[in-house]
């Protein structure tokens, strides 16, 4: 399968453009906007109102006719203009699907902007975004893109909380919202504070994010965004502040980025590391864990448990392999822990069968192949990467939840005891007579059997 396969060649994985319209709708005086296929429309508008969206997501339709003779194109720019109100948005983002981007409709076309409202048109099909952790960097990087050709060419605004006295460290990647004041005191002895969290809340959060010392890649997938950086001329940060190992070493590639004294660097790691020790020791973990995913933060989820004591097996992300992550593939394949990036559904569940772990973490379909063999599982999206990781909150709150769910083995073997070999293959459903099972018998030309055909 190749590197790019996407959810066509691997129906597992959700469809991407549902990371680009969650970065759109998170933001203040956006409006966002599909053009595709209702079916598609309607899959991701229900993913997003069930995430909470509270906003309204534009649509424009097509049918065969409007597809080819141009129409389409004519919709959605009269759609981006019936909303480019500069009263309400300072953003209009427009986003062809798989079936418009396949025919080819040109949002190049669009305008730059519309009554000073900035149109931000890409193309986000599954046959091009391979996840939609990606898609998410795609809509990011396109932002901050316009927003650093707009900081080059004249003054713009502040952020809405003013600008701090210290110089500071962009954070690429949705993490914990008490994850950036965690990092912002672990820089102070350095004279650094973190800075913007990217994908940002605000437009005029996009200038403040590249008015950065340095990006630290805290997710390492934003390679789009973090070249963005570097044509604004800011150093970049692999790994995060995760953990000790990962902490110290982080703050040590922050310090050699942003040219800050050694004594200083020595400082912050005296200041950080006893609490983050002392934060370990009090949140052990006992137990066999897979961890798996597509958030992009697998691999610093795995290094924490690892500090906590735990046993992990294996790590699958389904993000490609990056600079970005390199420190942290490095640090868990030292200790003998296989990293597979690009994971399938195959790779992380064949993980969970080879290693029988205590605890298997990972996306829905994983957990519930867990779940079926008795293994305590924990759905990733919304139980790990929701939680604090950084500095001494991480530890704990990662601990709580893991050891948790270890606990819940005994319930899981007595359900399954008691459930066993019913709802399953032949037995699913209900039936108010013996199901009839055909004989199984080899299928010509295959290796496989099924039932009821024969050579
Ligand atoms: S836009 Fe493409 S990947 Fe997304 S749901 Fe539709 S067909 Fe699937």
């Known amino acids: 399968m190749s590197d790019q396969a996407g959810p066509h060649d691997r129906p597992q994985t959700m469809c991407p453009a549902f990371g680009s319209l969650r970065v759109g709708l998170r933001m203040r005086r956006t409006a966002t906007v599909l053009a595709g296929s209702a079916c598609c429309v309607y899959g991701l508008s229900f993913t997003a109102h069930f995430y909470g969206a509270r906003r309204s997501i534009g649509y424009v339709p097509f049918d065969s006719e409007s597809l080819v003779t141009g129409g389409l ?53 599954g046959f091009g975004v391979p996840t939609h952790a990606e898609a998410k960097d795609r809509l990011a990087a396109a932002m901050l893109h316009y927003a650093r050709r707009e900081a080059e060419s004249g003054p713009v605004a502040a952020p809405r909380s003013g600008r701090g006295e210290l110089p500071t460290v962009a954070l690429l990647g949705e993490v914990f919202p008490g994850d950036p004041v965690s990092i912002s005191r672990m820089l102070e002895p350095m004279g650094l504070a973190a800075g913007q969290v990217v994908p940002t809340r605000e437009w005029r959060e996009l200038y403040a994010a590249l008015d950065c010392r340095a990006a630290a890649a805290i997710h390492p997938f934003y390679t789009e965004s973090l070249a963005e950086f570097e044509a604004a ?117 064949g993980a969970v069968d080879a290693y029988r772990p205590d605890l298997a973490i990972g996306t829905t379909p994983v957990v519930q192949h867990a779940k079926e063999r008795a293994i305590p599982g924990l759905y990733f999206t919304n139980l790990i990467s929701a939680r604090p990781l950084m500095g001494p909150a991480g530890p704990g709150s990662l601990a709580q939840v893991i050891n948790a769910a270890i606990g819940n083995k005994e319930r899981f073997d007595a359900m399954n005891a008691f459930f066993a070999g ?12 013996e199901p009839q099972v055909p004989p199984r018998v080899q299928v010509a030309g295959g290796d496989q059997q099924r039932h009821g055909e024969g050579r």
């Open 422 to 433: 019913v709802g399953q293959g032949e037995t699913a459903g209900i039936w108010t007579d």
């Open 233 to 349: 001329g800011r150093p970049r940060i692999p790994s995060a502040p995760v953990g000790r190992d990962g902490t110290a070493a982080w703050l040590e590639a922050v310090g050699a980025a942003c040219g800050v004294d050694p004594q200083a660097v020595e400082a912050a790691k005296e200041a950080a590391l006893p609490d983050l020790e002392a934060a370990l020791a009090a949140a052990p973990i006992e137990g066999r864990i897979t961890v798996s995913g597509y958030e992009g933060s697998e691999l610093l989820v795995a290094r924490l448990l690892v500090e906590c004591g735990a046993d992990v097996r294996y790590v699958g992300t389904a993000l490609p392999h990056t600079p970005w992550a390199e420190p942290d593939r490095a640090w868990l394949e030292a200790r003998g822990i296989p990293v597979q990036f690009r994971a399938t559904l195959e790779d992380d569940t």
């Open 73 to 125: 194109f004519e919709d959605i720019q009269q759609a981006v203009y019936d909303l480019a109100d500069p009263d309400h948005y300072d953003a209009v983002v427009v986003i062809n699907l798989c079936v418009p981007t396949a025919a080819g409709v040109p949002l190049r076309l669009l305008p730059e902007a519309i009554n000073g409202v900035r149109v931000v048109a890409l193309e986000i099909p």
